[in-house]
Structure formats: structure tokens, C-alpha cells
């Protein structure tokens, strides 16, 4: 079992920025990848970014040149900064894992863009 616990989230204002971190445990050994997705209220849950442990990296279009996903593999974390924020980022967003052909989730913080 792999356990994410992540933190960062909170209220900002249009333009703002945010960072969000990711913290792994347990079995942490083969995570292939992690990431980030974000669910708003009454959507599906989308993907936001990835990064493999190559540090190969993947956006969703609609953050591209807004945010950036790093890995710190000695930590085991893994950070989402996110920059000029829209209201329509608003959203929980869930950290993720891939290890061995398993999909692990946090428990998901809210971000909240708004003036």
C-alpha cells in the first residue's frame, strides 16, 4: 500500500499562486508515477499533470505554462506550483500514484480561486 497525504491548498485570489504539495509512505519502492487531478463541483474528475520517475512531465492543456509539477524523489513528494489562477481551477485536487499497475489517491485539498 502507498499512502499520499496532501497539503497546500486554501483561498486565493485571481492571478495568485498556490503550491501543493504530496508526501508518500509505505511502500514507496516502484512508484512508476504521480501526479495530480482536480474534481469540481458537478464535473469529472480531469487529470492536471504527471510526472514519471524519469521526471517526464504531462499537463492538461488548460494549465499549460501555468503550473509545474516537480518530483523530489529523496522526499518522496511531489509539489504542483500553480500559477495565475483562474476561478476555474476551483477544485479538490488529489495527489496520485502509479505502482505496479496500481492507482493509489490521496484524500484530496480544496483550492479555492476567488476575489
Known amino acids: 500500500q502507498v499512502q499520499l497525504v496532501e497539503s497546500g491548498g486554501g483561498l486565493v485570489q485571481p492571478g495568485g499562486s498556490l503550491r501543493l504539495s504530496c508526501a508518500a509512505s509505505?511502500?514507496?519502492?516502484?512508484?512508476?508515477?504521480m501526479g495530480w487531478y482536480r474534481q469540481a463541483p458537478g464535473k469529472q474528475r480531469e487529470l492536471v499533470a504527471t510526472i514519471t520517475s524519469d521526471r517526464t512531465t504531462n499537463y492538461a492543456d488548460s494549465v499549460k505554462g501555468r503550473f509545474t509539477i516537480s518530483r523530489d524523489n529523496a522526499k518522496n513528494t511531489v509539489y504542483l506550483q500553480m500559477t495565475s489562477l483562474k476561478p476555474e481551477d476551483t477544485a479538490v485536487y488529489y495527489c496520485?500514484?502509479?505502482?505496479?499497475?496500481?492507482?493509489?489517491w490521496g484524500q484530496g485539498t480544496q483550492v479555492t480561486v476567488s476575489s
Open positions: 509505505g511502500r514507496i519502492t516502484s512508484i512508476y508515477a
Open positions: 496520485t500514484a502509479i505502482r505496479l499497475a496500481e492507482i493509489y
